[in-house]
Structure formats: C-alpha cells, structure tokens
C-alpha cells in the first residue's frame, strides 16, 4: 500500500491528522461535554412533548393554555414598545444632544438594571394602591371619594409590563447608545446639505442603522420578560412561566408543567432566531469612531427638557424604589435581622458564589477551547453550551427536577434489592440549585471571558508553544494571569445574576432553604413590604456594583456588554 493510500485509509496517520484539524483535541470534546449537560435539562422539557397526553394536559391545553400563550404574547409586545421607546430615545438623546447633566445621564441611566422587577413591583403596588400614599393624597387634595374618579389598576397586564419596562429598558439604551456613537458625522452631514431635519436625519439614518443593536437590546428584554415570575404572580397575571408554577404546586403534575415549559422554551427559541435575522442586512459604516458627530448645543429650555426626561426613567425605575425600602428598613425592617437573616445572606452568598466560580471556570474552558480550535463544530457546541441566557430559569428548573428526580427513583431501584433506601439525593439539593444557574447564566461569564481572551494576542501562543510549552501551560501560565479582569467580571455578573434570580430558586430549592430573593418573595406576597425591605435593599444595592461598572467600561471602551449572549454576534 503506497504512503498516498495509507493516509486515506481509515486506520492510517493522515486520515487521524485530518479529523483532528476538523474536529479539534479534547479541548472540543470538552465543549461538546460541557454543552450536552448544560442542555439536558432543556431537552428533557422537550422531550416531555412525546408523552401521552394526560387528563390534566388536555384540560390545560383546552382551557388555560391559550390564555397563557395570549397574555405572554400581550406582555411581551408592550413590553418591546416601552423599553424600545424609553431606551432608543434616552439613548439618542445623550448621544446627539449637549444637555446639563448629560456626562451623569450616561451611566446613571443604567442603574435600574441593578432593581429586581418583582422588587419594583412590591413597591409600586404599595405605593399606588388604594389605600396607598398617591390616592390617599389625591383624595385628600380633591376631596374625592370611593367611586369619584378613576385610577388604573397597578395589579394588571399592563400594569405588569410598566414594571418590567422601567428596570428592563437598559438593555436597549447600552447597545442603541453604542451603536449610535459608532455612527459617522460624514452620513448626517450629507443628511443636512440636503436640507433634512434633526428627527429627519434620526428616522431616517441613525435608527436604520443601530437596528441590528436595538433588535439585539428587545432579544434580551423579551428573555427576560417570557422568564419573569415574580412581577405576573403578584399581579395575578396568567402568563406561561406563572402556569408552571400553578400546575406544579396546584395540580402536583410534574409532567404537564414540563410540556407548559415546554412551549415557554419555543418562545425563547424563537426569540434568538428572529433577533438573528433581523442582524442581516446590516449597514456597516466604513469610517472610525473618531468621526462620530458632536453633540448639538441646544437652548436652557430646551436642555432642561430633555434633563427632565432622561432623570425620570432612573426617578422611577430606580430612585422611588430605593428610598421607599430604605424608609420601610429603617421604619420597620426584617423582624429576624440577626442570626436567621444572617443564614438568609449566607445562603445567597454560597450558592452565588459557587455558581460564579463554576460558570467562570466553564466559560474559561469553552472560551480557551475557541481560541485553539475555531472549527465549525467547536462553535456549534459552545454556541448551544451558551444558549442557557435566553431560557426561563423555570424552565431550566422543570428540567433538572424531572432529571434529578428520575436518577433518584433509578438509582433507589438498583439498590432496592440491598435493603437500603437512599431516599432522594439529588432532587431538592443545592447541588441542583447550582446546576440550574450555572446553566441559565454560562453565557454572561463566557461573554466576558471571550472578551478579554480576544484582546490577548495570539504571538504570546505562539511564543508559548514555541518553548515547548502544552495548551494546558500556555493558559495557566500566560492566559490566567492576564484574564484576571476579565474572569473577574464575569464571576460578578454572575454572581449578582444569582443573587437576583427567583424562578429556579423557588422550584429548586432545599426545604428550608432561604435566600434573600426568596425570603422578599415570600414576605412581599404575604403583604409585608416593611418587612421585605431588607433582603430587597440588599438585593439592589448588591446589583448596584456590575451594573455602574458596565456602564463606565462601555463609556470608555465602546464594546458591547458582557451580557450579550454569543448568538447576538455578527
């Protein structure tokens, strides 16, 4: 057999060398690893769609089930409308305008990202309710009693999608505001010579061309509002997250809030691919950053104006919620802030913690295992590990339920015959707990880390390997150190993610287990908001920390925030 024969034949060293440049080492079986148990838990939900239908299903499916599928269509589509017109226009505004203030607006108006929407909720519901400070006064003032007037009902759709619009807009203003300032002079002077109008000029120029940004900014939105539990449960609100809760604890039928789970995983699907169509076509501008447009000079009254509307989205959406928990802590405050509240806090911490170190390591491996092999089959796997941002952390919990649940009663089978009875060892553990983070918030670490690993040049690995040293070297030794920053930001995106997450946690965790996002859950529905102000004030200003510090670092930089998920790239 000649030399030529033998590397075409299957056993034979060429053939070997070629599937390995195709496929990659270990490094994109890691990958692949990593990305088949991040998603076991999503296609177990699908695969609950093959199961016989049961009583309780075809009762959901012929009653509740398009009610479900109606109202989260609803939310989501007022939703979109708000935060498209609060975040494109703020972000507009303080990019093309010289206004007092505009250096503060920049970053300041990214501070209701760091407000847990169900927290907002609490504390709008309290404020704005009957018995409630706002009408109280109105009735005082006018003198008008029960039946005298009309006041929008705060516990409703609409109501729940002004909730969600007020802390969810950031994600629009950080990517349209990017986009803008990435856009040419050299366009909106040739706008002008033709004689167009400065809402001319936005309509017709600057909006076309952020779309690819703003599409990306309502992706993120509408994964976090078809996700949200705490804001639709407390406003009652019949949405598909709120149906699996309610076929859960109601009807005790695990399998049917798995096939609800099921359709809440089809949204978010096609969530990604819509925001990834509408990425194509986009308008590249040929020109540097430096030739952005300056900011026009505009007249007091007319700066004051735009002052006042970029102040009261971060009026509302985040200083009015501060200062009423911050005077309900000081008034009243958690009765058990001691040793229990102090078992709360530590709760959180721990699994925040272990799932930032668990979900950095990952995105580290996954990021590194890029870099040395960028095969097609590489960024397939990384891009479904990565996927976990655009699903519901409810849908991700009914998953490792049901997994964790079957591994218990199978593994109690096989030792059945020893007359041991192990009981249940994974479900309710916060083993599970961890495992549901680390799967729904993979993509901001890997984000981040893919980030800082892309500024590193490939010189340095090749200078590396060149010495002689293995892959395992180079990123322990040159990578690691020089990442510092970066797996630091993403551990802390993580982890306040973590802290803040309250679907996955409600479902998963172990009896008698505490966190802080569960105990301002269980004491705001119980209509104690005094008393929730303290797990909800450290809530916020934990999240307080990433959310500053992604927005100075676009300011400076002008990159895209860690949190993008990797599907939003060109």
């Given amino acids: 057999m000649s030399v030529t024969e033998k590397d075409r034949h299957p056993g034979g060293a060429g053939f070997r060398e070629r599937v390995k440049l195709r496929l990659g080492s270990g490094w994109t079986l890691t990958a692949l690893g990593i990305a088949l148990i991040v998603l076991a838990p999503s296609l177990t939900v699908l695969w609950s769609l093959t199961a016989p239908a049961s009583e309780n299903w075809a009762h959901l499916r012929s009653t509740v089930l398009p009610g479900y599928i109606f109202n989260t269509l609803q939310l989501m589509a007022l939703v979109a409308a ?89 994600y629009v203003y950080l990517l349209a505001r990017t986009a803008f300032e990435r856009q040419s002079a050299a366009l909106f002077d040739a706008a002008r010579i033709l004689g167009a109008k400065p809402w001319r000029a936005f309509l017709r120029i600057a909006l076309p061309c952020a779309r690819p940004a703003i599409a990306g900014g309502l992706a993120l939105v509408l994964m976090e509002t078809i996700s949200d539990f705490g804001v639709v449960d407390y406003f009652a609100v019949p949405t598909l997250t709120a149906g699996i809760f309610r076929t859960w604890f109601n009807l005790g039928d695990a399998l049917s809030a798995a096939q609800i789970a099921a359709w809440l995983f089809i949204f978010a699907i096609a969530l990604v691919f819509i925001e990834i169509a509408s990425r194509r076509g986009r308008v590249a501008n040929p020109l540097s950053r430096d030739m952005a447009p300056a900011p026009r000079k505009l007249g007091r009254l007319a700066g004051t104006a735009i002052a006042i509307a970029c102040a009261l989205p971060i009026i509302l959406g985040f200083i009015v919620p501060v200062a009423v928990l911050l005077r309900y802590a000081i008034i009243e405050g958690d009765p058990m802030l001691g040793r229990n509240f102090l078992d709360f806090a530590w709760n959180s911490l721990l699994v925040a913690a272990l799932a930032a170190v668990l979900a950095t390591t990952l995105a580290l491996l996954l990021a590194y295992g890029e870099r040395l092999h960028p095969t097609r089959f590489n960024r397939v796997s990384i891009r479904l590990a990565t996927l976990g941002y655009a699903l519901p952390g409810a849908m991700i ?72 040293a293995a892959p395992r070297r180079v990123l322990s030794a040159v990578h690691v150190p020089l990442l510092r920053g970066a797996l ?83």
Avoid: C
């Fill in 82 to 170: 708000m935060t498209a017109f609060v975040g494109v226009g703020t972000a507009w505004l303080t990019v093309s305008t010289q206004f007092p203030g505009r250096r503060f607006f920049n970053w300041a108006l990214v501070l209701p990202l760091a407000t847990p929407a169900y927290i907002v909720a609490y504390v709008y519901t309290d404020l704005l309710s009957f018995a409630g400070p706002v009408q109280s006064a109105l009735r005082g003032i006018t003198g008008w009693h029960v039946g005298d007037y009309y006041f929008p009902p705060v516990r409703s759709l609409p109501g729940a999608a002004v909730m969600l619009s007020l802390v969810l807009y950031p």
């Fill in 397 to 468: 919990a009914i998953g490792i339920l049901t997994l964790s649940t079957g591994i218990d009663h199978a593994f109690a089978d096989a030792v059945e015959g020893l007359g041991f009875s192990p009981g249940l060892i994974l479900t309710g553990s916060v083993a599970g707990l961890v495992f549901a983070y680390v799967a729904r918030f993979l993509t901001a670490a890997y984000n981040a880390t893919h980030s800082g690993l892309g500024k590193i040049h490939p010189t340095l690995d090749a200078a590396a390997r060149s010495l002689g």
């Fill in 488 to 570: 630091a930001s993403a551990a802390l995106i993580v982890f306040i993610d973590v802290m803040k997450e309250l679907p996955a946690t409600l479902l998963l965790r172990p009896f008698n287990f505490e966190t802080l996002a569960t105990r301002t859950y269980r004491l705001a529905s119980d209509e104690k908001l005094g008393e929730a102000s303290t797990a909800a004030l450290m809530i916020v200003l934990l999240g307080l920390i990433p959310a500053i510090l992604l927005s100075l670092s676009i300011s400076r930089s002008g990159t895209r925030p860690a949190i993008v998920p990797p599907y939003t790239e060109k």
